[in-house]
């Protein structure tokens, strides 16, 4: 008899562990990315470079300004996004701890007493029988604890964990995104201060023009309308000076709040201003796989799993529920003898609830968890086609800008050229006032636009390594691709 009841009970452990095993999540397939194999290759200049390996860059590689590097550093340690983005990390990990203590029983001491008087119409022994009664219990309890046959508590604590894991992608995705634009204020900073240089020079090569002019209308060989000129390029000089300073003090502001602090004084040196501040080589040609490392990317396949997580968790809901709640103690009518050997006592109450007329909530529950699971996909897929496009255009502009510069730096050595020799020409008499005007407003506005370009290119460098989700690395094999692209462990 002995045995036949250990073989029941064995059975009927291992049915119990064998439905456990039970979930009706679907089977989770990332989805086909929507895009090309690899990124477009712009023939002019550029050169696909798809052999060997590209060591993954940081940020401390890929920015060369020994002073941008400290006041990187300074703003990843202050500035208030990235706390916020460390703090729902925790908030999340400890969320993702909420739902999973739920598959678990919760135990704890206990004791309760109820003390009762009866009417004499109530009392079971007539009038004349005792009028208060008395009970009291003390032991170790087991709550509501539920049996999870059909898998809802783990798909939600599986769920609860990819919200967690998706937090930690964007707290990455938000450091990049901090380093990103600390380097975007510091280097249009650094424009506006070469700005204000070519502006001090002009002023000053302006001003001894307007000398000269006024020298020469004192004596009566310069006309009015040569003066006006030259007074009217002296003050458009000024006026375009006082507009970068202005942008000087807006982007020392902007580094200001994104360095969440004030900038020391000791920083160090910065390094000459122009593309050696930044990484020479970038790698182009890459294989689209690579998209798969960037954090959003990441992000946007967590809230897919979770969605596909709740997809189990609301067809469990169509099953029965399961729950057990039980103590193990005492038991006595009077407090004084509650621990006694006599009065040990034990008590367990399962519960079983069946869904059978529910109005139609619980299979909207599902229609909800399958909508929100096809809107995830498609959320994945527009991210993947949006990062894409980001590293294209990204690459587009590392094809052209270098071109770009070349042909500007011998516009403005041309339009250099053209100055002196209005200059000389107007000196001899030979050519008026209006073609030395002409010649200097034209170097004017090619160098300013040399130096808005160069901001431009380092700006665009800085996209394709944040697009590219704050470096690169190009694997050898096959295998190293499919690694860096396989999901996360659970």
């Given at each position: ?233 002296l003050q458009t000089v000024r006026a375009d000076l006082e507009q970068a300073r ?139 086609q949006n990062a894409f496009r980001e590293v294209a255009d990204a690459l587009a ?56 370009v160069g901001l431009e290119s380092l700006l665009n460098r800085i996209e394709l ?26």
């Amino acid at each position: 008899m002995v045995n036949a009841t250990m073989k029941f009970s064995l059975s009927s452990v291992c049915a119990a562990v064998l439905l456990s095993a039970c979930s009706f999540a679907p089977t989770y397939e990332r989805p086909a990315a929507p895009i090309p194999s690899s990124f477009p290759l712009y023939s002019d200049g550029v050169t696909a470079n798809t052999e060997g390996v590209v060591e993954e860059l940081g940020w401390s590689d890929f920015f060369k300004d020994a002073r941008l590097q400290a006041i990187i550093a300074l703003a990843l340690d202050n500035n208030r996004d990235m706390r916020i983005a460390v703090e729902r990390v925790q908030e999340a990990r400890a969320q993702y701890g909420v739902v999973r203590s739920d598959q678990f029983p919760s135990i704890g001491l206990g004791a309760t007493g109820q003390v009762t008087r009866y009417p004499e119409d109530l009392r079971v022994g007539g009038p004349d029988s005792e009028s208060v009664s008395k009970s009291f219990q003390a032991g170790i309890g087991l709550t509501s604890f539920e049996i999870d046959l059909f898998g809802r508590l783990r798909n939600l604590s599986a769920a609860a964990l990819e919200q967690y894991l998706a937090t930690e992608s964007a707290q990455r995705a938000v450091r990049i995104n901090v380093v990103s634009q600390v380097a975007e204020a510091y280097f249009r900073l650094r424009t506006a201060q070469e700005m204000q240089t070519l502006m001090r020079n002009t002023e000053k090569s302006r001003s001894e023009t307007l000398r000269l002019v006024q020298l020469t209308y004192d004596v009566g060989t310069a006309s009015s309308l040569e003066l006006n000129q030259a007074t009217l390029q002296l003050q458009t000089v000024r006026a375009d000076l006082e507009q970068a300073r202005r942008n000087e003090m807006r982007a020392l502001n902007a580094l200001t709040l994104l360095t969440g602090t004030e900038l020391p004084t000791d920083l160090p040196e910065p390094q000459s201003f122009g593309p050696e501040q930044l990484v020479n080589d970038i790698p182009v040609g890459l294989p689209s796989d690579l998209l798969q490392r960037r954090p959003d990317l990441i992000t946007a396949e967590h809230a897919l799993r979770a969605s596909n997580a709740n997809i189990g968790a609301a067809r469990a809901a169509f099953f029965p529920s399961i729950s057990i709640t039980g103590l193990l103690g005492f038991a006595s009518p009077s407090l004084t003898n509650l621990f006694g050997s006599s009065h040990r006592f034990w008590q367990y109450s399962p519960q079983i609830s069946m869904p059978i007329f529910t109005g139609g909530s619980v299979q909207s529950g599902l229609d909800i968890a399958e909508a929100r699971n096809n809107i995830a996909v498609a959320q994945y897929e527009q991210s993947i086609q949006n990062a894409f496009r980001e590293v294209a255009d990204a690459l587009a502009g590392e094809a052209t800008y270098s071109q770009q510069l070349d042909a500007l730096r011998a516009m403005i050595s041309s339009a250099n050229g053209s100055l002196n020799t209005a200059n000389l020409r107007y000196e001899t008499g030979i050519d008026s006032f209006l073609q030395v005007q002409t010649a200097e407003i034209n170097l004017y506005s090619a160098q300013q636009i040399g130096i808005q370009v160069g901001l431009e290119s380092l700006l665009n460098r800085i996209e394709l390594y944040k697009a590219l989700g704050g470096g690169w690395k190009l694997p050898e094999t096959a295998d190293e691709v499919k690694q860096a692209s396989a999901p996360v462990e659970q």
